[in-house]
């Protein structure tokens, strides 16, 4: 009887984990397992093989389905248009500003070099006959969008998804049992992905022990420095790229930018959710940086959805270290996909459980590097979630000023002469409704 008892109270207690624990768990049993069993640890890579496999699952249709919900949702009054045109913009912007950035310091610091992983043979050749930069853009538009998405072109699936949500809200009425249709299709796959998600820390498991017992423990090193290049990456991308915009476009003093995102950032790192910030960011952007009611409920929640910055960032710094590790040469046009399909595909990714790690899985698809560096990084995913998702939540704030500026929305006494906020306020304003990042 106290077996059974002792077993349901274990079993509680692992079922009541947050997801990154399980994952962290998973991780290091992983590399134990490894260690001790060598190259017999094999056996156990067609587990991870089966999650591996269930990323795949989801990245066309997440990614179609999640495009056209996001597009079809904005607002289409004329301030409202405008304001989402002005935010769009410079999210997309910034976004690709990230990734650069993010792509720059895995070039400098090259934190998968000397791995001497082995990749797989096809893998590789896909990566290395990487088409030129003038047929990629050529090939952005999709002769056939049904081969398309069966082929898994995301870059063409994602241009065909915006262009269809587009031409949904542009007929009105007669578009609306169709965007019924895709609302009810993205909420499945977000379930689909969040059941796929539970089984993560097991096929993080199986991968992370097949990865130590065939390249031993040197493997593990090369994290420390992944980890360093994230976090700097998003400090320099808020000390240069949001407070210069803040400057040098908006023409007010950085400072009381950074002082007034403290307790939204602090939040944002804690919980490592966007959504979960957004009444404190709203409140931060009111009474700490002048920004309208109105302004800050559609810019925020919008920022929310499409503004993945962190997320951008950390994507470059992951693939140039699957890359590496798995001595994998990408060209300029390999460079600017990973920079265009991290862009664009942060309009419809933002908010899915396991966002980064799908994100992640999209881009290593995109340029043919291989999968199996999901394993390596998925066990550090929590500690760079906390800093991307910081990022995030301080470039939906920059933005907000930056279009209450531009709008006549900014009260530039209350922006330059504030006391930060050190309380979230209890405020719903159908924003949490509006948003799940």
């Known amino acids: 009887m106290s077996i059974t008892t002792s077993s349901a109270q274990q079993g509680g207690l692992w079922s009541n984990l947050a997801l990154w624990k399980k994952i962290l768990i998973g991780m290091i049993a992983g590399i134990i397992v490894g260690a001790i069993m060598g190259p017999d640890a094999e056996m156990l890579k067609p587990i991870g093989t089966l999650f591996i496999n269930a990323i795949k699952m989801l990245i066309v249709p997440l990614v179609f389905c999640s495009l056209v919900v996001g597009v079809t949702a904005m607002q289409d009054s004329a301030k409202m248009g405008r304001m989402g045109l002005k935010s769009i913009v410079i999210y997309l912007m910034t976004t690709a500003v990230a990734i650069t950035i ?53 870059l063409q699936i994602i241009v065909f998804a915006l262009g269809l949500g587009i031409a949904l809200n542009m007929i009105g009425e007669k578009g609306e049992p169709a965007v019924k249709i895709f609302n009810s299709l993205a909420e499945a796959m977000f379930k689909l992905t969040e059941l796929v998600m539970k089984f993560a820390p097991y096929g993080i498991f199986a991968l992370m022990a097949w990865v130590a017992g065939k390249y031993g423990m040197d493997v593990l090193l090369p994290l420390f420095k992944v980890i360093g290049a994230v ?63 109105g302004t800050a409920s559609f810019v925020l929640p919008l920022g929310a959805t499409i503004n993945m910055d962190g997320t ?34 942060s309009v419809g990714t933002a908010g899915v459980p396991g966002a980064g790690l799908i994100m ?78």
């Open 360 to 437: 992640l899985s999209l881009v290593l698809t995109t340029v043919g590097l291989p999968m199996e560096g999901l394993a390596i990084i998925a066990g550090i995913d929590r500690i760079l979630d906390m800093a991307r998702t910081s990022v995030n939540v301080s470039g939906d704030l920059m933005v907000s000023v930056l279009i209450g500026k531009s709008e006549g929305e900014l009260d530039e006494s209350i922006y330059n002469a504030h006391e930060p906020v050190t309380e979230p306020e209890a405020e719903t304003d159908s924003i949490t409704a509006t948003r799940t990042a």
């Open 312 to 345: 951008a960032l950390y994507q470059g710094v992951a693939a140039l270290f699957v890359a590496q590790a798995f001595g994998i040469d990408l060209s300029t046009a390999d460079y600017l996909t990973i920079i265009a399909t991290a862009t664009l595909a």
């Open 102 to 154: 993010g792509l720059g310091l895995g070039t400098l610091l090259e934190p998968g070099a000397g791995l001497n992983m082995v990749a797989d043979a096809n893998a590789a050749a896909v990566a290395k006959e990487a088409p030129s930069l003038v047929s990629t853009i050529i090939n952005l538009i999709p002769k056939n969008p049904i081969e398309a998405l069966a082929g898994g072109k995301i």
């Open 231 to 293: 976090y700097l990456g998003c400090v320099l991308h808020v000390l240069v790229v949001y407070t210069g915009a803040i400057s040098f476009i908006a023409g007010l003093p950085p400072m009381q930018y950074l002082k007034g995102i403290i307790n939204a950032q602090m939040m944002a790192f804690s919980s490592t959710s966007s959504s979960g910030t957004l009444p404190v960011s709203i409140r931060c952007a009111r009474e700490n940086l002048g920004v309208s009611k």
